[in-house]
């Protein structure tokens, strides 16, 4: 096999990037369902400052959504009214 290169294999250093342990499948095994929380980060909970910030950012951001299909649906009117239909 001349031309290939000796390429070394990556080294295994335990860590999971997705877990293929699905429940249902012939390799499912349920000594691995925890293996994900070892990796996950410590969460500080949220003042009610912190509460009351991301709250009102969540519905100013559906607020715009909503703002943005109204005006679609207002020129859609208009666009029937004046053009379409020929008034």
Known sequence: MAGRRNI???EDDGRTIA???VDGMPWYHRSQEDD???YQTSSVP???EEQRI???AAIKAGLVIVLV???VFLLFLLFC???WFGN
């Open 8 to 10: 070394p294999d990556p």
């Open 81 to 83: 009214d004046y053009v």
């Open 69 to 71: 299909f109204a005006v």
């Open 54 to 56: 991301y709250t009102w």
């Open 46 to 48: 949220m003042t009610r």
């Open 19 to 21: 877990n293929m342990n």
């Open 36 to 38: 994900s929380k070892a």
